[in-house]
């Protein structure tokens, strides 16, 4: 059974970079077909889908966050990565890590909590 686990700083201060790990247990992360997300939930702004990398390292980033995202893989730890440079206030959120297959978000892990605040 595939099990998501995100781990990150908890909190961060404005201007810094909020650097997020999703640890992928019970599957590999370079298993054919499967593409493995970040989304974030906010008060008020609902969940919001953030970055998606693929098993061919393929990304792609939400329009308005591009410009300050970064998503990555790393097979060996069977781990992904989300970096969110010039962190402010807006970015705090529960941040959560998700497996697509199919169109369809199958595994999610549990949320981590990140706060950007002076």
């Known amino acids: 059974q595939v099990q998501l686990q995100e781990s990150g700083p908890g909190l961060v201060k404005p201007s810094q970079t909020i650097s997020l790990v999703c640890t992928v247990s019970?599957?590999?992360?370079?298993?054919?077909?499967?593409?493995w997300t970040w989304f974030r939930e906010s008060p008020g702004k609902g969940l919001e889908w953030v970055a998606t990398i693929n098993y061919k390292d393929d990304t792609s980033y939400t329009p308005s966050l591009k410009a300050r995202t970064s998503i990555s893989r790393d097979t060996s730890k069977n781990q992904f990565t989300l970096q969110l440079t010039s962190a402010t206030p807006e970015d705090t959120g529960i941040y959560y890590c998700a497996r697509m297959y199919g169109w369809l978000y199958d595994v999610w892990g549990q949320g981590t909590q990140v706060t950007v605040s002076a």
């Open positions: 019970g599957g590999s992360i370079t298993a054919t077909y499967y593409y």
